[in-house]
């Protein structure tokens, strides 16, 4: 099946940094990534829907400034936290979708951010 | 209302029992149905497309019932390496890069040995 990885797969970092994560399609060509956030025993909440060479849509309530995000190919989509704070830990996972796939998304293992 | 709701849980059985999930969707015009499973601290990872004539895929069945918007998931012979988060989603169709894919809360089970 087609891969998706993520780097890194978990990351601390201080309170005011900035983080950035990398989501790729490793064997197919994504049009459209996917970044979701898991808070602990909650399930997955879209957080933002990435198109490549087009700018995010971001969902309600996501501040767009401060989960930057580009997808500049079609095999790579870049998540930055920007002056992450506590709130912001949490498991970020991108999803892909690939040409001529419809509806099957394929999920990255996920990036456990802790901000201390 | 959510789009999608599941059985809160927890679900404690023992090995060898069977097991059944449900989930109900609100979007009648939702085309895809699939069950995710997801282990702790990991990704989902799908576990079954569920289709409108119901499919099993060894001890794992899946049926959808379009009228009542309602999806079920049963695992007979329950193992221990069943233990794990069970994700009932559901996709509303392909509108060209939007995500239309809803989760639901998920369902923990543990199977005690």
């Known amino acids: 099946g087609a891969v998706v990885s993520q780097h890194p797969s978990w990351v601390i970092c201080k309170s005011g940094t900035s983080v950035k994560i990398e989501c790729r399609s490793l064997?197919?060509?994504?049009?459209?990534m996917f970044w979701y956030r898991q808070f602990p025993k909650q399930s997955l909440m879209l957080m933002a829907t990435?198109?490549?060479?087009?700018?995010?849509?971001?969902e309600q309530g996501v501040e767009k400034d401060k989960f930057l995000i580009n997808h500049a190919s079609l095999t790579l989509s870049t998540l930055t936290v920007t002056s992450a704070h506590p709130e912001d830990s949490s498991f970020y996972i991108c999803s892909a979708r690939s040409l001529g796939n419809g509806d099957e998304q394929y999920f990255g293992p996920g990036t456990r951010l802790t901000v201390t | 209302r959510k789009e999608v709701e599941q059985d809160p849980g927890p679900f404690n059985v023992p090995e060898g029992a069977t097991v059944a999930f449900n989930c109900t969707y609100s979007n009648s015009a939702s085309q895809s149905f699939f069950w995710y499973r997801q282990d702790c601290r990991k990704e989902p990872k799908l576990l079954m497309s569920?289709?409108?004539s119901g499919n099993e895929d060894g001890r794992f069945t899946a049926q959808l019932n379009r009228a009542s918007q309602y999806i079920s998931l049963l695992i007979r012979d329950s193992k221990l390496s069943d233990s794990a988060t069970y994700l009932c989603v559901v996709h509303l169709g392909d509108q060209t890069g939007a995500n239309n894919l809803f989760f639901g809360t998920g369902t923990r089970l543990t199977v005690i040995p």
């Open positions: 064997d197919f060509q994504a049009t459209t």
């Open positions: 569920v289709y409108s």
């Open positions: 990435s198109n490549e060479g087009s700018k995010a849509t971001y």
